[in-house]
């Protein structure tokens, strides 16, 4: 196994002290680390620099592209140095810059490339896969490009990491699959790639939810009206009213209709009486307020609020209530609230397996789905990989060993819901922020004057009749007077 180690482009695999290496490869997002030790002495006097990119290969493939962030350093003793290197991929480059940017009608892939190539060097976008998501707004304010990204993904239900090639991704989620799946079938080119005894499964009950309660936003309900007396209303000619209602009510006394405003909002001298939304309540203006006998109508459609509680039986009986509350104020209807909570009983209903195995053969990575298929176990499970961790198993790096975590992919429905909404209703995201760049300018500028000799003159000054100059000029030192 061909394994190279480089730093700031030159290979360094011979000073390495491979029993240190440790390459954690964590979920899409999460950044992933390398650490390694180096030793400096009298006939090895190289020092690894701060800030320079590591490159790890293993037979021609990238196994980890990043920067040195951080080197610990500890005497040996008198003639030796040892010097622990902690490295963190791509991601780090992306947290140089802050985006300030707002992107309006237009869709997710053409922000990416936006901010890729505004904001960052040396990046690519082929792993970016998101044309069919459509944009109607969305700000970024002050953030660094991977905080940009993750909001992105958290926008659409997308995920994304940055590889070891500088190459951005962006895609749906749990659709890598990996290079290579298990099977203990002789038959399968896919048999024996892994060891087959560090297989090891975990049965988890701890994430399953059977009972949903979801609290939505506000739905649109049948016009109600609200009668009162003159005399129920306030000292200030307020009238309460038991509804929020969607739009400004309809108002009469004694059948006669009355222009309405909104309080804090409109002019209140120009409207017989104003409206306030939050505070529920109608106020009378001044002049207008009516006599103690007059009927008062309020006529509108209520907002109510959404809130659907789903059990999920069959669960329920075998497990026992295991409740969980979601609250998503874009939920605007009680069938999109029934339907995120079937997609999170969908979802969570189930006991989770985890569990890990180890390999010799590169090429896994956090996030890509592999099928594990073991007949004598009966497991038939395609699964996420959480993590994988490179450890070497020889001094000289020849040898390595991948450990690898992984969880059974949980039912699409909470996913397959998102996009759905994201495709039936425009994305919108922080658009009351105002976004400010001001960009710092650096201009110069010269200039030289040149005086001329002065002339010098001496007293006793008096006044003079200079012969073809100005007539009774009085001089003094270099300035005149005429």
């Given at each position: 196994?061909?394994?190279?180690?480089?730093?700031?482009?030159?290979?360094?695999?011979s000073?390495?002290?491979?029993?240190?290496?440790?390459?954690?490869?964590?979920?899409n997002n999460?950044?992933?680390?390398?650490?390694f030790?180096?030793r400096?002495?009298?006939?090895?006097?190289?020092?690894?620099?701060?800030?320079?990119?590591?490159?790890?290969?293993?037979?021609?493939?990238?196994?980890?592209?990043?920067?040195?962030?951080?080197?610990?350093?500890?005497?040996?003793n008198?003639?030796?140095?040892q010097?622990?290197?902690?490295?963190?991929?791509?991601?780090?480059?992306?947290?140089?810059?802050?985006?300030t940017?707002?992107?309006?009608?237009?869709?997710?892939?053409?922000?990416?490339?936006?901010?890729?190539t505004?904001?960052?060097?040396?990046?690519?976008?082929?792993?970016?896969?998101?044309?069919?998501?459509?944009?109607?707004?969305?700000?970024?304010?002050?953030?660094?490009?991977?905080?940009a990204?993750?909001?992105?993904?958290?926008?659409?239900?997308?995920?994304?990491?940055?590889?070891y090639n500088?190459?951005?991704h962006?895609?749906?989620?749990?659709?890598?699959?990996?290079?290579f799946?298990?099977?203990?079938?002789?038959?399968?080119?896919?048999?024996?790639?892994?060891?087959?005894?560090?297989?090891?499964?975990?049965?988890?009950?701890?994430q399953?939810?059977?009972?949903?309660?979801v609290?939505?936003?506000?739905?649109?309900?049948?016009?109600?009206?609200?009668?009162?007396?003159?005399?129920?209303?306030?000292?200030?000619?307020?009238?309460?009213?038991?509804?929020?209602?969607?739009?400004?009510?309809?108002?009469?006394?004694?059948?006669?209709?009355?222009?309405?405003?909104?309080?804090?909002?409109?002019?209140?001298?120009?409207f017989d009486?104003?409206?306030?939304?939050?505070?529920?309540?109608?106020?009378?203006t001044?002049?207008?307020?009516?006599?103690?006998?007059?009927?008062?109508?309020?006529?509108?459609?209520?907002l109510y609020?959404?809130?659907?509680?789903?059990?999920?039986?069959?669960s329920?009986?075998?497990?026992?209530?295991?409740?969980?509350a979601v609250?998503?104020?874009?939920?605007l209807s009680?069938?999109?609230?029934?339907?995120?909570?079937?997609?999170?009983?969908r979802?969570?209903?189930?006991?989770?397996?985890?569990?890990?195995?180890?390999?010799?053969?590169?090429?896994l990575?956090?996030?890509?789905?592999?099928?594990?298929?073991?007949?004598?176990?009966?497991?038939g499970e395609?699964?996420?990989?959480?993590?994988?961790?490179?450890?070497?198993?020889?001094p000289?790096?020849?040898k390595?060993?991948?450990?690898?975590?992984?969880?059974?992919?949980?039912k699409?429905?909470?996913?397959?819901?998102?996009q759905?909404?994201?495709?039936?209703?425009?994305?919108?995201?922080?658009?009351?922020?105002t976004?400010?760049?001001?960009?710092?300018?650096?201009?110069?500028?010269?200039?030289?004057?040149?005086?001329?000799?002065?002339?010098i003159?001496?007293?006793?000054?008096?006044?003079?009749?200079?012969?073809?100059?100005?007539?009774?000029?009085?001089?003094?030192?270099?300035?005149?007077?005429?």
């Open positions: 196994m061909s394994v190279i180690l480089t730093i700031d482009g030159v290979d360094k695999s000073v390495i002290l491979w029993k240190t290496l440790d390459r954690d490869n964590r979920l999460q950044p992933d680390t390398l650490t030790s180096i400096k002495t009298e006939s090895q006097t190289y020092e690894p620099p701060i800030f320079k990119e590591v490159i790890l290969t293993i037979n021609g493939i990238r196994e980890f592209g990043g920067r040195i962030i951080r080197i610990d350093q500890q005497l040996v008198a003639k030796m140095i010097y622990k290197v902690t490295c963190q991929d791509y991601i780090y480059d992306l947290n140089g810059q802050l985006v940017e707002r992107y309006t009608d237009t869709n997710v892939q053409a922000v990416i490339l936006d901010i890729i505004k904001y960052t060097t040396g990046f690519t976008t082929a792993g970016v896969s998101a044309l069919g998501l459509s944009i109607d707004s969305v700000a970024f304010n002050r953030i660094t490009v991977a905080e990204m993750e909001k992105l993904a958290r926008l659409t239900a997308y995920s994304w990491y940055v590889d500088k190459d951005v962006f895609f749906p989620k749990n659709e890598e699959v990996a290079p799946n298990l099977t203990d079938n002789e038959a399968s080119p896919d048999f024996n790639k892994y060891i087959y005894n560090s297989l090891t499964l975990q049965d988890d009950l701890s399953l939810r059977n009972t949903i309660l609290q939505g936003g506000e739905k649109i309900g049948n016009t109600r009206s609200i009668t009162r007396l003159g005399s129920e209303l306030s000292s200030e000619g307020s009238m309460n009213l038991e509804y929020k209602f969607s739009e400004k009510p309809a108002v009469t006394v004694d059948s006669v209709a009355q222009t309405v405003g909104i309080d804090f909002i409109d002019d209140e001298l120009l009486c104003v409206w306030s939304f939050q505070q529920k309540y109608i106020r009378f001044a002049g207008n307020i009516p006599t103690a006998l007059q009927s008062i109508d309020a006529s509108g459609t209520p609020p959404i809130i659907v509680n789903v059990p999920e039986p069959i329920v009986a075998e497990y026992g209530v295991k409740e969980f609250r998503d104020k874009t939920i009680d069938d999109e609230a029934i339907e995120r909570a079937l997609a999170e009983i979802a969570y209903g189930e006991n989770l397996i985890s569990g890990a195995f180890e390999t010799e053969v590169p090429g990575r956090a996030g890509q789905l592999i099928s594990i298929v073991d007949t004598f176990q009966g497991i395609q699964v996420v990989i959480q993590q994988v961790k490179l450890i070497p198993t020889d000289n790096g020849d390595l060993l991948f450990k690898v975590k992984f969880a059974t992919l949980k699409m429905g909470i996913l397959e819901f998102l759905k909404q994201l495709l039936d209703e425009e994305l919108s995201e922080d658009e009351a922020e976004l400010l760049s001001f960009l710092i300018l650096s201009d110069t500028a010269t200039f030289s004057d040149v005086l001329s000799t002065p002339s003159s001496t007293g006793p000054y008096k006044w003079s009749n200079d012969v073809g100059t100005t007539p009774d000029k009085l001089i003094m030192n270099f300035g005149t007077w005429s």
